[in-house]
């Protein structure tokens, strides 16, 4: 942690109301021991909460340190994330909910006869989505189940029927070469 000391404004012991003896023996002390304790395990609280991807809070975090042998109150690990801004990532509270209203089902058209004799004669689409921390991110992606690679796929906000049939419309060539998977995923990153 750096150090609140620093000899620029010698002026400003007048305006703290300490006397300039006062300022200049505080300005030359060493760091008290509580302050040197305070690096140590500020150290610690940074590595455990980083060690955890930023999931631990300082409930954890003390705990972390507590099995480490260190001996420290909760209160001064939550001060010391506090002093660092460490703060942990929101936990995911279920799936994302599902607003739409429901159509007809469709039958099971293809009987779960998952190959094709040739290009574009069955696709399967379906979608999913990606956890961030400004919230869900949806994907949906169809595949041609001759060449099992991406032929369309769509991005959004907002999970709706309308995610799937963009992807349904994005889709790359009918005959020739569709999007490769790696492509598709790299985007996602």
């Not at 929101?90 to 009987?111: C, F, M, T, W, Y």
């Not at 979608?127 to 369309?152: P, Q």
Request: some cysteine.
């Amino acid at each position: 942690m750096p150090s609140s000391r620093s000899t620029e404004g010698s002026g400003r012991w007048h305006g703290l109301g300490v006397s300039r003896s006062g300022f200049h023996a505080w300005l030359t002390r060493a760091p008290s021991q509580r302050a040197r304790d305070d690096e140590v395990i500020g150290a610690k609280v940074r590595a455990s909460h980083v060690g955890s991807y930023r999931t631990y809070g300082a409930r954890r975090v003390w705990h972390d340190l507590l099995a480490e042998g260190i001996s420290c109150g909760l209160h001064r690990v939550e001060r010391l994330m506090r002093v660092q801004g460490l703060r942990a990532r929101p936990r995911r509270r279920g799936l994302p909910k599902d607003q739409g209203e429901r159509s007809v089902i469709a039958g099971n058209v293809l009987d779960r006869q998952f190959t094709a004799d040739r290009p574009n004669q069955k696709w399967v689409a379906d979608f999913t989505y990606i956890w961030t921390a400004e919230g869900s991110f949806y994907v949906a992606a169809v595949i041609d189940l001759f060449s099992r690679r991406v032929v369309g796929w769509s991005m959004s906000d907002t999970m709706t029927a309308q995610l799937v049939t963009d992807a349904l419309g994005r889709r790359d060539g009918a005959q020739v070469g569709a999007v490769d998977v790696s492509i598709l995923s790299q985007e996602l990153l």
